[in-house]
């Protein structure tokens, strides 16, 4: 060996064995077999509030069809001057509901009063058996002040008569009797015994739940395949009413609680129970739903496996990059990934190994794509060719790599969760609500023990069309 010849040796040697040393940096600053910490997966919770414009139109609808025609029956009602009356207070049709401030309702109540007049038992009634028939009408005008308990039942704290809307006499042996006094003691008495006396007047909790397990219903969703139950746990329910003068009811209802993630195989067959009602100060409209997520490493493996298996990556002229299996795991709060490859020449020769990948999965709302982000490689090949030819190509892999590892999800987010819109929007028999601008992105990406969780964020706003 010549002088030239052995310097020559002596430096390629040394060249080697330092490119080796800083691939072993490299690998030491990168250990697959590390066990690092994990990032605390954050609790995913939702919140709701609609604001709820109620026209006149609908109330009084609503007052017409929910009064029953019989309000009350009185029997044996002492008019004076020996004359007794037994009646029937009756809806007489349609009733009008005005608003006078935020808390005052003014309702004209048509009341037809039918029954029969006739004398005390004893005396002269020995001589008249027959009853004089009483068959009027009347508009009574009356002030409630209704109110929304927490415990789901509607109260009126005060009611007041200011007009009788009419007047009831009759004239019975000559005598000219005004029983107007009579029937507004009677309303008033009425008023104080079945309607002020009684916080618990009319129970909406029937009503609402009706609508709850529409809406709150556990559902089964799907995505890319791999099925899993939602379910909704309200932690509250806030309420804000108001009236508003020629318009209508103003509700701001709030909604504040969990989404849970069920087995596709033990979904619950119900919605959870609605919990008292609390003050709301919220008058906005949103719907912000955050919605629990995870996919185990082998799920995570097939998925990533069908976005990219096969895929080949040109290194240089000469050699070809095809990823031919993948293997997920945690790596702190980065993802690894372990890509087993093949990597072939324009001349035949072939070189195997396997590239182990962390990175930090992002997902850009804007392109609706998912990439990897901080993305770092170690080659974990036994073929020091390989192993030099990664070095020496560092730049080259990591630019592919960081190019190819990304992943349209907007398509599959939205196909798999539309059945979410579908479960929100809903029709009574007072109104319809859709939901407007549905969007959903993952809130992050959290490697766990056991698999990859992802949190997602559905938000949208209401439209709601009253009948």
Not at 97 to 110: K, S, T
Not at 304 to 312: C, D, T
Not at 367 to 396: E, P, Y
């Amino acid at each position: 060996m010549t002088e030239p010849i052995f310097r020559i040796s002596i430096k390629r040697a040394l060249i080697f064995w330092a490119v080796a040393g800083l691939l072993a940096v490299s690998c030491k600053s990168l250990d697959p077999a590390a066990s690092l910490p994990l990032p605390a997966v954050p609790k995913t919770n939702s919140s709701l509030n609609i604001p709820l414009e109620i026209p006149f139109s609908t109330l009084i609808a609503v007052a017409n069809r929910e009064t029953p025609t019989l309000i009350f029956r009185q029997r044996g009602m002492d008019l004076g001057n020996g004359l007794v009356g037994d009646f029937d207070f009756s809806r007489n049709g349609k009733i009008q509901l005005r608003a006078l401030d935020q808390q005052r309702l003014e309702v004209v109540f048509p009341l037809k009063i039918q029954g029969e007049v006739g004398l005390k038992p004893g005396g002269i009634r020995n001589l008249l058996q027959s009853k004089i028939p009483i068959n009027q009408s009347l508009a009574p005008v009356f002030v409630i002040n209704p109110e929304i308990q927490s415990n789901w039942y509607l109260g009126i704290k005060e009611f007041e008569l200011l007009d009788l809307g009419g007047k009831m006499a009759l004239s019975v042996l000559g005598i000219e009797l005004d029983l107007s006094p009579l029937v507004r003691n009677e309303i008033r008495e009425f008023a104080k015994q079945e309607l002020t006396s009684k916080p618990n007047l009319l129970a909406l909790k029937p009503l609402m739940e009706s609508i709850w397990n529409q809406v709150g219903k556990p559902i089964v969703v799907e995505v890319e395949g791999k099925k899993a139950g939602l379910s909704i746990r309200p932690d509250s329910v806030k309420l804000r009413e108001y009236l508003q003068p020629n318009k209508g009811l103003h509700l701001d209802l709030g909604f504040q609680g969990q989404v849970q993630l069920h087995p596709a195989t033990a979904v619950p067959s119900r919605a959870f129970p609605l919990p008292k009602i609390s003050a709301n100060t919220d008058g906005s409209n949103q719907i912000d739903l955050e919605l629990p997520l995870a996919f185990t490493y082998a799920e995570l493996d097939a998925l990533i496996q069908k976005s990219f298996g096969g895929q080949a990556i040109r290194m240089n002229k000469s050699y070809v990059f095809n990823a031919t299996q993948f293997r997920t795991q945690a790596y702190g709060d980065r993802l690894g990934i372990t890509v087993a490859f093949t990597a072939r020449s324009s001349k035949g020769e072939e070189l195997t190994g396997e590239l182990f990948l962390a990175g930090q999965p992002i997902y850009d709302p804007a392109t609706q794509v998912l990439r990897v982000d901080n993305l770092d490689f170690v080659m974990k090949s036994g073929s020091a060719k390989a192993m030099l030819g990664t070095l020496i190509k560092r730049g080259k892999i990591h630019k592919q790599l960081s190019q190819q590892m990304k992943m349209p999800l907007g398509e599959t987010i939205g196909e798999s969760l539309k059945g979410l819109q579908g479960r929100l929007s809903l029709q009574t028999s007072v109104a319809n609500l859709a939901i407007q601008g549905l969007q959903i992105v993952p809130l992050g990406f959290y490697p766990t023990a056991t698999g990859l969780a992802i949190p997602l964020k559905a938000t949208a706003t209401t439209a709601i069309q009253w009948k």
